[in-house]
């Protein structure tokens, strides 16, 4: 029985190593995606600062996957073991974030003043909502999959902070991101800034939401 | 004794992490041979859509490397230690996850819709069957090997699972494959869904697979 | 309390985890960005010679990220603890970590004698020099912060060591950063060299740098 | 004095860390060199096929890599702690194996069928030998840093298998690189044949190599 016990330990050590591994090879692949401006010679300044768009979709791409690595690392450091369930459903998360990255350079390449690709720009902002919205909705789902196997420890702080979060901040985040898709497909710029808003907002840590939220529940 | 112990438990620690980091970055690279639709317009939606078969050849080779990742995960931990031949082996292995990238590329290339190319897909299917063939392969031989060297700790609970998993999951899905790929040199699209569903079957934890055959010995 | 204190433990060990995996990815992309001569045949030689300013670029760009790598590992060594905060402004400094390869690619490209891209060096060179400055600023604010929130342990060896750091070699390094990238705006290829000069610099051991200052308190 | 032990232990880990990202990315990036025939259609089998000196170089490349990362794992095993020049010896090495894939890459092109490069094939075969040099020296200039730095935990056995390592495999292979990049300026193949055997030899565990020796000291 003990010996199950470490091996489960184990598994969580390699699940952890390996989302690490995944979530900091996305986040490092979206430079690739960011294009250098050709023949500019002495405009060079000018095309970079054209550019503008282009690097608010990198910085928003760049903190949505940190996002869910926050969140994601709060969560499995809730977690006393894992299962086989948790496993594969962990590894759909992954396929979302590992996934990510074609949007983001769809998104690039249709914001980019650079090779300009007039149309289009409201499909490509909503695609990469619905890609955000889909990795928070599976963030979700590991949680509550791990709190149904009781997974957690016990009632202990991390549980407890561990359900705030889900209750607080990813729940809703879930309705933002699909709102935000929505109006994305009529104002492309209008749904990059609120994926922008939602960005900073789930940043925020959980205590400063609760407070904003005036609850005093502890 | 006890130094050269630790020291081949610690030798086991550094395998597992450059495992997961190869693991983890051939499964996030695939990504990058998505191919964005170019100066696709306000017709960028449709030719998203038009990118399904892609979109599935993604997926697949996305499952795949996870499952080859999750069955080495239970391997090398159901281990004691590790020695020279097993790290050798392991090497091998992770040749194969390294370079499926490359087939998937190939495959996605002469399946996609956007720049299609007529001709090749049976080849192409064919080609990343047999690197499925070839990892799976390598994972039965690394188990077999440590069998035989006595690499598992003793006949706890790991190494039967460990055991059991080689003779009901490993061992026919090298068969499927091998008819897969075969398959799929007369009917490409037929190669790619039994892929799909060999990939689905080896997901299922062992207990489920175990079930089906209907075998109660525990 | 014991409970918690273990959580932040991990949660530094996962922090490390993914800075690490993330600075590993961003310095082992710069190879990507070196462009293959085309078509040079017998004069291949003479034409991967001629790269060189691409190369010492290459150079350059390895160098500042291993530099903030082992700055970066010896401030997290000292600490005893993360919090929400510090994580949050780690993200940032891997922010333009993941970044940096983006404006060393544009160096590259406007250094490179393969494909002459006649002016713009000066805006590309002040470009890379600004953010080798931003990553500078951001390990500083960490540095700080971490003293801020008493996140070291007490006044241990380690702490003393990181304050060192802090004051002999990152502060003045801002300094000579920023200098740097203004005369890269006016002298490129001397930007390019004191990024060089700057980085040997930071190499030394801080025991070397205190000699050079004339301070003996330990 | 407890305390700076556990640093130092604890450093040991990151730069482990570390390095296993390098290698692991450097290794899995050789794939991204592999060129997808275009517009084969029903060639496209033998067009696969005329690729066999890319496939290769590929393999050896791969190889190459996966034996340093062996022979660094080994030596920094056997190490009791790190100091900060170990560090940034390391780094240099990190620095080699980072740039591998640029020289392979130049090598898989000029070998290419696909696209053919006619000459320069010798200068891109003995540029690759250089890189491999270089790494292998690098490795053997960490393990004298560590022998004289007294890094070592003591007369331990795996100190003595490390130093067993460095004489009988590290050392004569330095000689046979520098000879297969000589033989490769004048006849390609014949260097990449050599690169090949070299690697077969040096994956050859150290006991059957001082067997064969005729050397039987413990």
């Known amino acids: 029985m003990a010996d199950r016990l470490t091996t489960e330990v184990r598994a969580k050590g390699r699940l952890e190593a390996f989302s690490d591994g995944v979530f900091a090879i996305a986040i490092t692949l979206l430079v690739l ?6 023949h500019a010679g002495g405009r060079l300044l000018s095309e970079l600062f054209r550019e503008r768009p282009v690097y608010l979709a990198y910085f928003i791409s760049f903190m949505s996957i940190g996002i869910v690595w926050i969140e994601h690392s709060a969560l499995t450091e809730a977690l006393e073991r894992v299962d086989a369930g948790f496993l594969r459903l962990n590894l759909l998360l992954l396929l979302f974030v590992g996934f990510l990255p074609y949007p983001a ?26 890609i955000l919205f889909l990795m928070s909705l599976m963030l979700l789902v590991l949680g509550k999959y791990a709190e149904r196997e009781g997974l957690f420890g016990g009632d202990t702080v991390e549980e407890r902070t561990a359900e705030r979060r889900v209750t607080y901040k990813l729940a809703p985040s879930l ?44």
């Not at 995606?33 to 050709?38: I, N, T």
């Not at 209008?190 to 529940?217: D, M």
């Open 175 to 218: 309705i933002f991101y699909a709102l935000a898709s929505v109006l994305g497909l009529i104002q492309p710029y209008v749904g990059l800034v609120l994926y922008f808003v939602i960005g900073v907002y789930l940043l925020l840590p959980v205590r400063t939401v609760r407070g904003w939220l005036g609850r005093g529940k502890s």
């Open 105 to 130: 350079r769809v998104m690039q390449e249709y914001l980019s003043l650079i090779e300009p690709q007039h149309g289009g720009q409201r499909t490509a902002v909503a695609f990469f909502g619905m």
């Open 33 to 38: 995606d960011l294009v250098v401006p050709h």
